[in-house]
């Protein structure tokens, strides 16, 4: 199993990711660039956005390296 989990077009370390949004973005602002996409805060105070299959699959992967 990788450590790392492909987020947009980023290769993510699952050991970074501190939470996942539950929820999609919506601001409401004409400009934004990730409305109904998911926050995935990483430590450091980055966050990558990510598309429902790109979150579940890291939640997915989450579990199974907790369970090793």
């Not at 979150?55 to 579990?63: F, G, P, V």
Request: charged share 30%; aromatic share 10%.
């Amino acid at each position: 199993m990788s450590i790392f989990c492909r987020i947009d077009d980023k290769h993510v370390p699952l050991y970074r990711v501190l939470w996942v949004s539950a929820t999609p973005h919506f601001c409401g602002e004409a400009d934004c660039q990730c409305e109904g996409r998911h926050e995935i805060a990483l430590e450091g105070g980055e966050s990558v956005w990510a598309n429902f299959e790109e979150k579940e699959r890291l939640l997915q992967m989450i579990e199974e390296w907790q369970q090793n």
